[in-house]
């Protein structure tokens, strides 16, 4: 074991982590999803939700996980095992795994497309469109081409599996220092633009003037869902990556640091996309077609549009690659160390498998577009049962191991390693930190959950009754 422990790899620094620990987080949740589930719940008021949860359940939680990973130097199997000696726990930390194997098997096809539009952009398609329901059906015609959505699909497995063959520090960290400045330097470039437009201010005023009538309990569920999914968190990515941070470093700052980051690319892709929706004309609501349908019409309509819709959808296609490298790090970490295979191994053989299980998602839009299961497609059901189940269950376990199963005060006297006074001058830091995982935590991922899986749902039909 100490072998092992003295060969484990760890990041080369403390930005390092932070860029690839935002890296995982800022992903299609960030630039595709977040929109379009703004503009769908209404804007402002839905982005107050939205940030509360971020603050008030993410912060806490995402610090809970990197803790478990750094505190035992293992993927999320080995972590729980260790922490607990129980079989149970170790099951939870392998649903984590399934989790990654899953979430990367539908997401790695939505990646694809993103990759598939930048030659769209630059092969000047989008100028012959000229409304969204014909980009549409552009778009339809695409992912229904059974050769070109597995082939991107396939394409952006390699370009992930590249990555993280090439290890912690070689691959994704290197990866993340020259994508992430990249990332953002092409989303304030993108930023300026959509402002800059006359009559860009309709679309600031959208994501700034809140509309509290949008407001329900089913709204706040998924604006919980959504930070969940865009923090990365409740499979072990976030522990994956905490278990190759130094005990010198602090979790709390880090867990900070990578939710202002996270969040900030979220409202700024915001303001980019719906500056620019508003500007020309279109409207917000368009749910996940936003990106597809409405954005390639949005950019013909403006000045340079040629050149922005090229940008942004490489933006779209780096964004998705350091995010889809943290899942096929989970699976990767998780052979290497419990099983002692070698990296290149790992990545070669899940990198595989993993293609193979997302080719039904990918077929879902085409030749098997019509097997349901539990009347999904099999891309829906593999991301209703990836993001809507098996996350929220692995943060509300999460929560209810550290509170219960290992006990804050291991927890804290691990937590305060790297975080010099921080909790001497602020003890109710700590305190809060106790709350919000022992109570808020718990309780309100409970009922995402129950939302998820429809029981809620019943609950209130049969109380109107
Ligand atoms: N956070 C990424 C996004 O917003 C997706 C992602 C990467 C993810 N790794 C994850 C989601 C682990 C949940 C768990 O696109």
Redesign the pocket.
């Known amino acids: 074991m100490s072998l092992q422990e003295n060969t484990r790899e760890q990041w080369g620094s403390k930005l390092g982590f932070i860029l690839a620990a935002a890296g995982?987080?800022?992903?299609?949740?960030?630039i595709?999803?977040f929109p379009y589930v703004v503009g769908d719940n209404g804007g402002a008021a839905f982005i107050l939700v939205y940030l509360i949860c971020t603050a008030v359940i993410g912060i806490p939680v995402l610090m809970a996980e990197i803790l478990i990973g750094r505190t035992t130097q293992r993927n999320p199997v080995g972590a729980f095992r260790q922490l607990s000696g129980s079989k149970f726990w170790s099951a939870v930390g392998g649903m984590g795994v399934v989790?990654?194997f899953v979430?990367l098997s539908y997401?790695a096809v939505v990646a694809g497309w993103a990759v598939g539009y930048i030659y769209e952009a630059a092969s000047g398609k989008f100028f012959e469109f000229g409304e969204p329901s014909n980009a549409g059906h552009h778009f339809n015609s695409l992912i229904e081409d059974v050769w070109w959505i597995v082939g991107y699909f396939s394409f952006f497995m390699i370009l992930t599996m590249g990555v993280v063959f090439s290890g912690v520090q070689k691959g994704i960290e290197r990866g993340s220092k020259i994508m992430m400045p990249i990332l953002f330097v092409l989303l304030i470039i993108l930023m300026v633009r959509g402002l800059t437009l006359p009559g860009a201010g309709e679309g600031i005023a959208f994501l700034l003037t809140p509309d509290w009538s949008h407001i329900s309990g089913q709204s706040i569920l998924i604006a919980l869902g959504q930070a969940?999914?865009?923090?990365?968190?409740?499979?072990g990515?976030?522990l994956t990556y905490g278990s190759y941070m130094s005990k010198k470093d602090s979790i709390p700052i880090a867990s900070i640091q990578i939710v202002i980051l996270?969040t900030s690319i979220a409202l700024m892709a915001g303001v980019a996309i719906f500056a620019a929706v508003f500007a020309t004309g279109l409207l917000p609501n368009a749910g996940p077609g936003l990106i597809f349908h409405t954005l390639p019409v949005v950019f013909t309509k403006m000045p340079g549009g040629f050149l922005f819709s090229i940008i942004f959808f490489i933006l779209l296609s780096i964004?998705?690659l350091t995010?889809?490298i943290?899942?096929l790090e989970?699976i990767t970490a998780y052979f290497v160390d419990e099983k002692g295979w070698k990296r290149h191994k790992a990545v070669i053989v899940f990198g595989i498998l993993t293609f193979i299980l997302g080719i039904p998602s990918a077929l879902s839009f085409n030749i098997l577009a019509d097997v349901k299961i539990f009347s999904l497609t099999f891309f829906d059901f593999a991301d209703f049962i990836?993001?809507n189940i098996l996350?929220p269950l692995g943060g509300f376990f999460i929560a209810i191991f550290v509170a219960k199963v290992w006990g804050f005060d291991k927890a804290i006297s691990e937590l305060k390693h790297g975080t010099g006074k921080l909790f001497n001058k602020n003890p109710w830091l700590l305190t809060a930190w106790k709350i919000f995982i022992r109570y808020f935590a718990p309780v309100s991922i409970f009922f995402v959950l129950l939302h998820s899986t429809g029981i809620l749902d019943m609950i209130f039909k049969a109380l109107s009754k």
Do not use: H
């Open positions: 995982s987080a800022i992903g299609l949740g960030n595709w999803k989790a990654g979430i997401y969940f999914f865009t923090l990365s968190m409740g499979m990515a976030m996270d964004a998705a995010s889809s943290s899942l989970v990836a993001a996350l």
